[in-house]
């Protein structure tokens, strides 16, 4: 066993393609992942944060705000998705007004 630690993700296949990091305390953003490390660091061009709403920090609104080149923090990475190939669906456990 070596001393090296080992990411449980496989970030490569998403080096140059479009990415959607969601960071602790609710901050979202979409970018090219130019670069990753062990510690889940992360490096995005061309990088667009969703603003969140004021009423509900939680939620994101439709607002952005152009970031350019950032690194992501590993210790505040909690989701990476590819932005190709996803699609939002509307929520089967909402129940429906009235019942």
Same mark, same amino acid.
């Given at each position: 066993m070596s001393g090296r630690k080992e990411?449980? $993700?496989d970030l490569a296949k998403f080096v140059d393609k479009g990415v959607q990091v969601k960071l602790t305390g609710?901050? !979202?953003v979409t970018g090219t992942l130019k670069g990753?490390? !062990?510690?889940?660091?992360?490096? $995005?061009?061309?990088?667009?944060e969703f603003l969140r709403d004021a009423d509900d920090p939680l939620k994101t609104t439709d607002q952005t705000r152009r970031l350019?080149?950032?690194?992501?923090?590993?210790?505040?990475?909690?989701?990476?998705?590819p932005?190709?190939?996803?699609?939002?669906?509307?929520?089967?456990?909402? !129940?429906?007004?009235?019942t």
């Open positions: 990411t449980v $993700l609710g901050r !979202q990753y490390d !062990q510690l889940l660091n992360l490096v $995005l061009d061309e990088a667009v350019g080149l950032i690194v992501c923090r590993g210790t505040a990475v909690m989701l990476v998705s932005t190709d190939g996803t699609d939002e669906i509307a929520n089967p456990f909402v !129940q429906p007004d009235g």
